[in-house]
Every structure is written in C-alpha cells, then in structure tokens.
C-alpha cells in the first residue's frame, strides 16, 4: 500500500484534436512520482468501481480500458484498492486497476489531503474488511519463494498469516474502522526473489493476529482466527 500525504497536482490540457472536442483544463495527481488520476475534475465519483485514469483523446469515461479504483473511507484516510473482478471477458477488462494499483494494491489518501483535490467527493461507502483483504493479497509474493522470518520458524509465520485470512474471512461485509501505526509486534518474512525481498502480512498483539498494511498501518484488530 502507498500512503499519499504529499501529493503533486499538476494543472494541464489534453490534446482533444482528433475528437473534436474544446480542449478542458484537468487537474493531473502523482504520489511518489507515479500517477494517481489525470483528470480530477471530470472522474464520474459514483461509478462503481470509479475509472480515475480517463482517455486522453476525449476524457469519456469507458473509452479507455482500465484505469479503475475502488473507492471508499477508511477512518481518516481515503482507500483506493483493486476492484473486484467483473462478469465476463468486458467487464474483467473494464475492470482493470490502475497501473500504481497493480504495483502497490492500495492507496491510502488523508482525509485532510483529500479534501483540497478538486471536483472530489466528502460523501463514500465505508471500507469493509473484503476491500481490506483485496490490498492485503495484493501485496503478497509468492509463498513458495520465502526463506526466512524473524519469527523464527516460517511454518509459524505462516500460521499467523492464515490467522489474518480467517479474519478476513469471517465477515467480508464488515466495516472496518481505520487505521492505526504500526508499533512492535510486525512479522516480517524474507524472500528469495528478485521482485519481493519482504512482507509484513501481520502484526502479533496480545494473544491474537492484526493484518498489517504497506508495512506501516495495522486495521486496530486482533483475531486469534475465528473472526
């Protein structure tokens, strides 16, 4: 998960010249240099899932494949994560990620940085735990190519992991209520792989297991599995 909290907004016209078209003033959005949205002002908010990267030859939404979020509130932050496969080959396409979405998971926006974009809603869904698990997942490399952990044993490890997945599980619908810093207790896992080198899918708290999110955040949940 990328954490947004300094955003660039970039002021900038696109060339409508082969549709015709008066060319609009948009407003582009990068976190960490990779971007966000490219035309804050003319994102259709109430689609679901929202398409944030629009076509730069006509800015109709659907005209370009993919670019697709979903939306929603997580406590104080904004949370943009994968959206859910579509009904069919169309939609599976429609229903691409962004491009920064399929190399982060998710994206976590200040409710405060949020509210100085323009043209962007005050008013969304809650995030319930399945929007969680679809950033969680999103951000897993491949089991077989870990090696080690600090916990010691990585059949431990992994149990804790799947702690956190029954969680998940238990109640997709449930809606969860921020987010909160990660303090001791991470598990990280080490891998042997030339795009993953490791991943923090859980925190210990007590007796019980709390997912763990872009390394930093914990959801303020523990869960010994059974929900």
Do not use: K
């Not at 406590?75 to 190399?103: A, F, I, M, S």
């Not at 080690?148 to 992994?158: H, I, P, Y």
């Amino acid at each position: 998960m990328l954490l947004c909290d300094a955003p660039e907004l970039v002021r900038w016209r696109p060339d409508f010249s082969s549709s015709g078209q008066p060319e609009p003033e948009w407003t582009r959005v990068r976190c960490a240099g990779e971007e966000v949205a490219n035309a804050l002002e003319w994102i259709e908010w109430d689609e679901r899932p929202v398409q944030v990267v629009l076509c730069e030859q006509c800015g109709v939404t659907g005209c370009a494949v993919g670019g697709r979020a979903h939306v929603t509130r997580l406590g104080e932050y904004v949370l943009w994560t994968v959206p859910e496969p579509g009904d069919g080959e169309l939609d599976e396409r429609e229903h691409q990620p962004t491009v920064l979405l399929r190399r982060h998971g998710a994206l976590a926006i200040p409710v405060d940085v949020w509210s100085r974009w323009p043209g962007v809603p005050t008013a969304l869904e809650p995030t319930r735990r399945r929007d969680l698990h679809a950033a969680w997942q999103a951000s897993a490399p491949p089991r077989a190519d870990a090696f080690a952990t600090d916990l010691g044993a990585l059949d431990d490890a992994f149990a804790a992991v799947e702690a956190a997945e029954r969680w998940f599980a238990a109640d997709p619908d449930a809606e969860v209520e921020g987010l909160v810093p990660l303090g001791e207790g991470g598990v990280t896992i080490f891998y042997d792989s030339p795009r993953f080198t490791e991943w923090t899918p859980v925190a210990l708290v007590g007796d019980g297991v709390t997912p763990v999110l872009g390394s930093r955040f914990t959801v303020g949940v523990t869960s010994s599995g059974s929900g």
